[in-house]
């Protein structure tokens, strides 16, 4: 394949990723869907400012969160150039109940990998739970649309603790 083809068809997939609507079940997590600004605050005074993309992939059975920092300042122990991908799915129930619930997956360049299953308590909140079964932590992950401001919280709960700690928050705008 040419170079030129290549890249043309490189565009227009990246363009159908883009514009491909929210199927059914991915309906309640439409407000995510596009990019926004970031202003995080984190751990020993960190703070740093980015942005983030949702959007739709694979033919809309995918929604992807890719971000991109802007800059960093915390101390020399934090990781200022933090990567992260979060997955979004759907996973039949059995055929007694065939529901398309809603799990996330997410990878970053420190080697965590985070499963999730998704509910979306009202129209403008999602929460990413990680199972409470599993050793070590369990994790949540909460994204909350104000008017225009998207809001977020990282947050940890250590076994047979009954609190919620924040690790990172963040809010910003839609581009």
């Known amino acids: 394949m040419k170079p030129f083809t290549a890249a043309l068809l490189l565009l227009s997939l990246t363009t159908h990723a883009q514009t491909t609507p929210a199927s059914a079940?991915?309906?309640?997590?439409?407000?995510l869907t596009g990019?926004?600004?970031?202003?995080a605050q984190g751990p020993s005074g960190t703070t740093a400012i980015?942005?983030?993309?949702?959007?739709?992939?694979?033919?809309?059975?995918?929604?992807?969160?890719?971000?991109?920092?802007?800059?960093?300042?915390?101390?020399?122990?934090?990781?200022?150039?933090?990567g992260d991908?979060?997955?979004?799915?759907?996973?039949?129930?059995?055929?007694?109940?065939?529901?398309?619930?809603?799990?996330?997956?997410?990878f970053d360049n420190e080697g965590?990998?985070?499963?999730?299953?998704?509910?979306?308590p009202d129209p403008t909140t999602a929460i990413f739970l990680s199972d409470a079964a599993?050793?070590?932590?369990?994790?949540?992950?909460i994204y909350q649309l104000k008017a225009s401001t998207m809001s977020g919280k990282f947050q940890m709960r250590?076994?047979?603790?009954?609190?919620?700690?924040?690790?990172?928050?963040w809010s910003g705008t839609k581009q």
Request: contains cysteine.
């Open 25 to 31: 079940p991915f309906q309640p997590l439409a407000f």
């Open 35 to 39: 990019t926004w600004t970031a202003s």
């Open 50 to 82: 980015g942005t983030y993309t949702f959007q739709f992939e694979l033919a809309g059975h995918i929604l992807a969160r890719h971000s991109a920092s802007a800059a960093c300042k915390g101390p020399a122990s934090f990781d200022c150039e933090h």
């Open 85 to 106: 991908l979060l997955y979004i799915y759907t996973e039949t129930t059995p055929p007694a109940a065939p529901i398309q619930a809603l799990h996330a997956i997410y």
């Open 112 to 120: 965590h990998v985070i499963h999730y299953n998704v509910s979306t």
């Open 134 to 141: 599993q050793p070590g932590p369990q994790f949540r992950l």
């Open 158 to 169: 250590m076994p047979n603790q009954p609190d919620w700690t924040s690790y990172l928050e």
